[in-house]
């Protein structure tokens, strides 16, 4: 199948099965244009601008040509620099939590981090276990660290959280809600740290 769709509500949810009761995977915003992979019943299965495949209800999509000309799938190809992303991430400060949600209304963790570099034009996939994989971050000891760079966690040596590093020991990200706080100070967080990515390469390479 070679069709597109759509988003026509402010936020639209994407699920793991054709199903509302299925689990919220991550979401789609208003005007996205996403790639229909398979129709079963009145769910579309389709793939986002970060590949990332899932369901979506058709009731918030539409297939007309004039709502798709008006649809954005692409970055934009200014990237921003390291103090931009960090601006963006702040203006998000207070935001709930929501697994799944990579929006206002509410972030999961590498949402939040997707969300913000992508406002700065810098490509991230929507997982933290894939976001560390990116080919232009780069592993560094968290001596090393600087201002925007990437904190990855893991539980039994899977990732399961990601932060940004604001310096002076701080980080922010998504956990309970969007907020700033001292790593050293969450000691369970801390003992989770599973490596530390620098994204200097991000802010070099331009995206087209």
């Not at 996403?34 to 209800?57: A, F, G, M, P, R």
């Not at 008006?70 to 190809?77: I, M």
């Not at 921003?80 to 998000?92: E, W």
């Not at 976001?131 to 990437?150: A, F, R």
């Amino acid at each position: 199948m070679n069709k597109n769709c759509v988003v026509k509500t402010l936020v639209a949810n994407l699920y793991s099965e054709p199903s509302f009761k299925s689990e919220l995977v991550t979401q789609a915003l208003i005007n996205e244009n996403l790639k229909i992979l398979e129709t079963q019943d009145n769910w579309y299965k389709v793939k986002q601008w970060d590949n990332y495949i899932s369901w979506i209800h058709k009731f918030y999509t539409s297939t007309k040509a004039e709502d798709l000309s008006n649809s954005w799938s692409n970055l934009d190809s200014k990237i921003k620099d390291v103090n931009s992303m960090i601006s963006y991430a702040n203006s998000f400060l207070g935001t709930p939590y929501l697994w799944g949600g990579k929006s206002a209304l509410g972030f999961d963790c590498s949402g939040f981090v997707q969300t913000v570099f992508k406002m700065c034009g810098i490509y991230l996939s929507r997982d933290a276990s894939e976001q560390i994989k990116n080919k232009n971050l780069v592993k560094i000891d968290y001596n090393d660290i600087n201002s925007g760079d990437l904190i990855f966690f893991a539980k039994d040596n899977i990732i399961d959280h990601v932060s940004i590093y604001l310096g002076n020991g701080k980080i922010i990200h998504s956990s309970g809600s969007v907020k700033v706080e001292n790593l050293e100070d969450n000691k369970d967080l801390y003992d989770k740290l599973y490596g530390v990515m620098s994204t200097k390469g991000l802010f070099n390479e331009r995206i087209s």
